[in-house]
């Protein structure tokens, strides 16, 4: 037996005005967007804005449905809208804000399980890294390279065939 530890880099900044011009830019996009979210039942909004090759942004936010299993969530709603409107455009990067209003949302939420799937068939399909900005109402700003470093051993195609 081996015992094998992954890891990856976390940054951490304190606020937005320690972003770069352009990841801040994103950020306030995805918190724009954050503000339009239907989120009745929950009442957890989240904004995502995806900044692709060509430069333009596509915005998502999640959206409820007393169906709960029916809604879809802002990271796979920024992301389906950016495939079926640029398809074959890279995504060089992904903002996602995240808050409540029942109570203060402190620190990034990361995206859910089935978002981490949708977004690493991406940045695998296009095989260069998504970037990935979380921020919240108030608190630290995190930032990780690439999908893979919050999804490590994902799941991919390989294992649906011998090719």
């Known amino acids: 037996m081996k015992k094998k530890k992954i890891g ?9 005005s320690e972003l770069s011009q352009n990841d801040h830019k ?16 929950s009442k957890f909004k989240v904004g995502a804005a995806v900044l692709l090759e060509n430069g ?4 998502g936010n999640n959206q ?9 969530c802002a990271e796979r709603v920024a992301v389906f809208y950016a495939g ?11 903002a996602i804000s995240a808050s ?9 939420a990361a995206p859910c399980g089935n978002c981490r799937q949708s977004l690493i068939e991406y ?9 990935i900005i979380l921020g ?12 893979e470093d919050i999804l490590p051993l994902a799941f991919n195609s390989s294992f649906l065939s011998d090719s």
């Open 8 to 16: 990856f880099e976390l940054l951490v900044f304190e606020n937005a």
């Open 26 to 41: 994103l950020l306030q996009e995805a918190m724009n967007a954050r503000e339009n979210a239907y989120a009745p039942y």
């Open 56 to 59: 333009q942004i596509v915005i």
């Open 64 to 72: 409820e449905n007393a169906s709960y299993p029916s809604g879809l």
């Open 84 to 94: 079926a409107n640029y398809p074959g455009t890279t995504i060089k990067s992904i």
């Open 100 to 108: 409540s209003s029942e109570h203060e949302v402190a620190a990034p």
């Open 123 to 131: 940045e695998q399909k296009q095989k260069s890294p998504i970037s």
């Open 136 to 147: 919240s109402e108030n608190g630290p700003i995190y930032k990780c390279a690439s999908l």
